[in-house]
């Protein structure tokens, strides 16, 4: 597998996306609050079970990591942020956790 990278916008990818991610991103990009997005390495699960989504873990020195979820993959997202509770709010507040 060839590695790439390439920016769009806010968002860096250096790495492939799991399917139904690039929807989540195209929104968080538009936030004022955002000033990058990264995401990371798929890592493989043998469970396929548990919740599907996006999910906010935890906050980082930067801004935050989130998990996206399909039942058989996770991939990490970092997003840096310029205001931790602006994000935190319009998180929840777009996917409801």
Do not use: A
């Amino acid at each position: 597998m060839s590695r790439f990278k390439y920016r769009s916008g806010k968002v860096k990818v250096e790495h492939t996306l799991l399917e139904g991610l690039k929807d989540y991103l195209k929104e968080i990009e538009k936030w004022d609050c955002v000033e990058s997005i990264i995401p990371g390495r798929i890592v493989r699960q043998n469970k396929g079970r548990g919740s599907k989504g996006l999910f906010l873990k935890y906050k980082t020195i930067s801004g935050y990591k989130l998990l996206y979820k399909t039942g058989t993959s996770v991939q990490e997202v970092f997003v840096v942020c310029s205001d931790y509770e602006e994000f935190e709010k319009r998180f929840k507040d777009t996917f409801g956790e």
